[in-house]
Structures are given as C-alpha cells and as structure tokens.
C-alpha cells in the first residue's frame, strides 16, 4: 500500500455511480442522486470535470474503495472565470484528501484560466480559511422562483 491514492479525472459511468453514493453526505441540502447523474452523464466537455480517487485494493480479490471525489464547472462571469464546486467529498479517515482535492482543482482550474475557486460549505468558514487558504467573500441569498 504505501503509495498515496492518485485522484484522476473520469468519464466513466460506474465513478458516476460511486460519486452520486457519497451524494447522502451533503449537509447543506440533498442532491437528489438520480438528477445529479443525469447531470454528469449530459456534461462531457471541458467545462464540467469529474474527479475521483480510490485507494488500491490489498489484493487483486479486493474493490477499490473511494477516498475522495469532487465535480466542478466552468463559469464565465462579466469580470472573472470560476471553477465552482458542484459537490466534493473526502473520507473522513483520509485527512489529507480534502487538500488534495483542491490542490487538483486548483491545478485545473489554472490551466484552463480560472482566477478563483468558489463552493458551498456546511462548515465553517473559519476552518476553510486556515486549512486550505480561503475566504469567505459573501453569504448567498436563495429565493425560489414564484
């Protein structure tokens, strides 16, 4: 084992599956699994990046387990380019991961020319600022649309 997990990028529908597991995780609302599937199935393009990561079995009879996994999208604004997170998870017995995860993301979104990185998080602000050198730049204001 000893070697770290390598996150990669995939287009591959049993990670689909595996990503839309993890989907129960969410704190912040519930992503319904069957919509969110539907969603990384119609984006195979640049703009949408699904990410995974598993950790290698122990023997050849073993499934890889999932460690981590994140999707990001492309967006255009009138004055920026931001790779925001649709979803990201990391197993909590993986510490590391949840760096890793963005470092990747970080270095993605610089080759396609992003200048920022923007998600939701159940968490505190606080943690994101020293953990992995973020902000909170503004709280976001939902309506549904009457």
């Known amino acids: 084992m000893g070697d770290e ?3 990669k990028e995939t287009e591959d529908i049993a990670d689909f599956l595996q990503i839309c597991l993890k989907l129960q995780k969410v704190k912040i609302r519930p992503i319904e699994r069957k919509s969110f599937l539907r ?3 119609s984006t195979n393009n640049d703009l949408v990046k699904k990410i995974v990561c598993y950790e ?8 890889p387990i999932l460690v981590g996994c ?14 925001w997170v649709d979803f990201m998870w990391a ?12 470092q990747y993301i970080n270095d993605v979104a610089k080759t396609y020319g992003y200048t920022k990185i923007q998600m939701q998080t159940s968490h ?9 050198k973020g902000k909170e730049v503004y ?3 939902e309506r549904e649309v009457e």
């Open 70 to 83: 994140a999707v990001f999208t492309g967006v255009a604004t009138y004055d920026s380019k931001i790779a």
């Open 91 to 102: 197993d909590s017995h993986r510490l590391e991961m949840c760096g890793r995860l963005i």
């Open 39 to 41: 969603y990384l199935l």
């Open 124 to 132: 505190g602000f606080k943690a994101w600022e020293k953990k992995y």
């Open 56 to 63: 290698e079995p122990l023997t050849p009879e073993h499934i």
């Open 139 to 141: 709280r976001v204001y």
């Open 5 to 7: 997990p390598q996150i």
